[in-house]
């Protein structure tokens, strides 16, 4: 019973101070380039918005582009956009994969 004793009254050993979080906007280096405004309010920003995350990424698949650019209510869907702007947007159906034209 004596080392029960002893244990008891032994103090917690102390606590390493833990590091502070960082907060979401010390995430990103101060060099990151601008983020593409992801929420445009009608068809002429939602095709710069478009332009610009195909010039900065490249080429990509339907989805990806979908979910990284918002669209607004006014504009038909993705697809049927990209059909109805041939002149500014490659689809390749096959591949499933979206290009500036």
Known sequence: MKKSAAAAKRKAPA??????????NDSAPASAPAK?????SNEKE???ALKSYLQQNGPCKL????SKVKRPASVPKLKQFLT?????????ATTDTVSLA
């Open 36 to 40: 593409v405004s992801l929420t445009p």
């Open 63 to 66: 989805g990806i582009l979908g």
């Open 15 to 24: 606590q390493t101070p833990q590091p502070a979080k960082k907060s979401k």
């Open 84 to 92: 109805n702007n041939k002149e500014r947007f490659n689809y390749n």
């Open 46 to 48: 939602y095709t710069a």
